[in-house]
């Protein structure tokens, strides 16, 4: 989710509610909960060991 950088510094920093943010980035409170409950980083597409021999 491209999303979740954005969604979490709202949440957390600016105090804003899940349904606000679900509104202004046109996305349901559902998605907006899992992404603040994921522990995930944003950008998860690096492959580790891509050089495995």
């Known amino acids: 989710m ?3 950088a ?3 510094r709202r949440h957390f ?3 804003e ?3 606000a943010i679900a509104n202004n980035l ?3 409170r559902q998605t ?4 603040l ?3 995930a980083e944003p950008y998860t597409n690096v492959k ?5 021999n």
Request: hydrophobic share 30%.
């Open 13 to 15: 920093i600016s105090k």
């Open 37 to 39: 409950r994921s522990e």
């Open 2 to 4: 491209e999303h979740i």
């Open 48 to 52: 580790l060991n891509q050089h495995r």
């Open 6 to 8: 954005e969604i979490r």
């Open 32 to 35: 907006v909960r899992k992404a």
């Open 17 to 19: 509610s899940i349904s």
């Open 26 to 28: 046109n996305l349901s």
